[in-house]
């Protein structure tokens, strides 16, 4: 969606408001939320109301990328309503974060501490756009403001003015718009001859984008997604694996075997061969993070490889304190688990999924740092891949017992006290395991016979090709014909012929 000339330069525009999602580069830049909210007053508006599911994604889809939280106009003490008067319709707050009022040294003090409204942009999709109340005066974060278009002398939609283009980019990805009436299979064909795939959608950022822009289209388009034993479970067609889901409800699951999204956003399925007037294609990247898994070399525990790394998942079941699991995996030549990435991150969920509620949390091996009072890897590097959902824990509440866990579906990090029996997961680098069964030192190729074999294959190879040119000088008509014979369409007539040529080459090489 594009700035409006009726919205001021860096604002966007929205349902006719202009919003402005501010993100300061400078963390000493950053404010708590009465300074937000000052500062929006100034441009003239104030700390945006989310009103619906179409503003909170366009609002998400914004926040592609960044790593800091922003404030948005909502209180504890009315959360019932947004900062401008309008009653609280639409909600977004996150299920996993427990409301605690921040901790101050009396109870006294405690209860009057001013809760504010953040909406998170953690890129675990779990967290990603949820609400989560806050100390108003804690200091660190963006905000977004909002204030009403100036529609003076302007009465046009504007979203007519702005038409959806047939190719979009967000991202770190290309999108196609198909506008036809469609079934979902000729859909996934139409994307293939536009050079694409039906869409998969793995985060909620890509899935707020797409909000917007089925929002502005106005009909349901197909994506990706089918079953192929009535629901019970989903795929993408271009392979991705990702536990990410966008349901309209719970029924809408067990509709059909094929998926289209509504102009909510919301996913729900269908017969295939119904007709929708249109499909979200996407163009696939060269590299798909999921191609690469295979089996690790094994020692007394079997291994699967992702990326430069081996994981074993034979110990998620195997409940013990963080210090057994952690003697465990360095007799294997391993080290318990840690996360550097997103895309470690999904990998891990994805195959964690396998084992459904059988196990509720694993051991992470992180350590509190003394000297600055952060978490680091046991390697000493730092956390920055973290997924503590909203709210990172206070420093004070790490002590030496208290170690880290990661919770599974959604891979939320808690802490838990370190003698507590938990599942672990070992981790190692792929080459580790294949070095120690290193092979003798003369396992490889004696070099004195290597000139010897070479010369052997040539002698070989001089002798059949001498004696073929005798054989061509000789019987140069049958290599012809035996040529004539491999083509499909040599005349069978000739076939006798063949036979007897070959009778004739036979007598001359028992000649010679």
Not at 465 to 488: E, V
């Amino acid at each position: 969606p594009k700035q409006h000339g009726m919205c001021p330069k860096g604002w966007l525009y929205f349902n006719y408001k202009c919003l402005l999602v501010k993100i300061p580069k400078d963390p000493n830049h950053r404010k708590n939320w009465t300074s937000a909210q000052n500062f929006c007053v100034e441009e003239g508006g104030t700390l945006v109301s989310i009103e619906s599911e179409v503003e909170q994604a366009f609002i998400t889809m914004n926040l592609f990328g960044q790593t800091t939280n922003v404030w948005i106009g909502l209180q504890n003490d009315d959360y019932a309503k947004w900062l401008n008067g309008k009653s609280v319709v639409y909600s977004n707050w996150s299920p996993f974060d427990i409301i605690n009022i921040p901790r101050h040294n009396t109870t006294e003090v405690q209860k009057h501490i001013p809760l504010c409204a953040l909406l998170s942009s953690n890129p675990n999709f779990h967290f990603t756009g949820k609400w989560y109340f806050e100390d108003c005066g804690k200091k660190g974060y963006g905000f977004v403001c909002e204030k009403m278009q100036d529609t003076s002398g302007h009465d046009v939609n504007t979203s007519d003015m702005y038409p959806i283009p047939d190719t979009l980019e967000y991202g770190n990805r290309t999108y196609k718009v198909i506008n036809a009436n469609m079934t979902w299979y000729t859909a996934m064909k139409t994307c293939l001859m536009h050079g694409a795939e039906l869409v998969s959608i793995t985060d909620q950022y890509h899935q707020s984008f797409l909000t917007v822009i089925l929002n502005r289209l106005g009909h349901a388009h197909w994506i990706g997604l089918f079953t192929e034993d009535n629901g019970l479970n989903f795929d993408w067609f271009d392979g991705t694996k990702s536990s990410f889901t966008y349901w309209k409800d719970e029924e809408s699951a067990f509709l059909g075997d094929c998926v289209f999204a509504d102009t909510s956003g919301r996913w729900s399925s269908t017969a295939c061969e119904s007709f929708l007037q249109g499909a979200i294609c996407h163009v696939p990247t060269e590299t798909r993070p999921f191609e690469h898994q295979e089996l690790c070399s094994e020692t007394s525990i079997p291994w699967i490889k992702f990326k430069s790394n081996c994981y074993s998942f034979s110990t998620v079941l195997d409940s013990m304190s963080f210090e057994a699991a952690h003697e465990f995996c360095k007799k294997e030549g391993s080290n318990l688990l840690t996360i550097k990435d997103e895309a470690e991150n999904t990998f891990l969920l994805e195959e964690l999924v396998e084992f459904g509620s059988s196990v509720q949390m694993v051991w992470l091996n992180a350590q509190f740092d003394t000297n600055n009072d952060t978490i680091k890897w046991f390697d000493g590097t730092p956390t920055d891949q973290s997924n503590w959902g909203v709210r990172e824990p206070e420093m004070d509440l790490f002590k030496p017992h208290l170690c880290v866990a990661l919770r599974i579906p959604e891979g939320l990090w808690q802490l838990s006290p370190c003698q507590e029996k938990k599942g672990f997961i070992c981790k190692m680098e792929a080459g580790e395991s294949s070095q120690k069964k290193s092979k003798p030192e003369n396992s490889g190729p004696n070099h004195s016979v290597v000139p010897l074999a070479v010369t052997v294959t040539l002698t070989v190879i001089l002798a059949v090709s001498a004696l073929s040119f005798c054989m061509y000088k000789l019987n140069g008509g049958f290599f012809r014909r035996l040529a004539g014979f491999r083509n499909p369409y040599y005349p069978t007539s000739n076939f006798s012929t063949v036979h007897s040529d070959e009778d004739i080459l036979i007598s001359d090489l028992e000649k010679s």
